[in-house]
Nanobody
């Protein structure tokens, strides 16, 4: 079965750092669009960052709220997606989800158009990040 398993969530102090990991299994991985979403209590899912697995362009998407603080990356050999989160703020408190689109594509241009949770087919259980205020 296709799945993503996110981990690394924890309590953090404002200004601190955390690294989230997402292990992918059951699908090709290479060529897929993958993203980190987050959902804070009482709010809708927010797309945090997107990357194409295998696109050598280095193109990525970041929400304005995390730009300059968060970095998405991946390791193809480990089929693992990462989210490095620096300069954490209380408003970063949320459950973070790793998601993948089911159809392999040639490059990031397609990934950039995948903006809604419904555009991604494979989801995991999420990992909780709490930044103390």
């Amino acid at each position: 079965d296709e799945q993503t398993v996110a981990s690394g969530g924890d309590l953090a102090q404002p200004g601190g750092s955390l690294t989230l990991s997402c292990a992918a299994s059951g699908f090709q991985y290479f060529g897929h669009c993958m993203a980190w979403f987050r959902r804070a209590p009482g709010k809708d899912h927010e797309r945090v960052a997107t990357i194409h697995i295998g696109d050598g362009s280095g193109n990525t998407y970041y929400a304005d709220s995390v730009k300059g603080r968060f970095t998405i990356s991946q390791d193809s050999a480990k089929k693992t997606l990462y989210l490095q989160m620096n300069i954490l703020k209380p408003e970063d408190t949320a459950t973070y989800y790793c998601a993948a689109n089911s159809i392999p594509t040639f490059g990031f241009d397609v990934c950039d158009d995948l903006r809604r949770p419904d555009d991604f087919n494979y989801w995991g259980q999420g990992t909780q990040v709490t930044v103390l205020s």
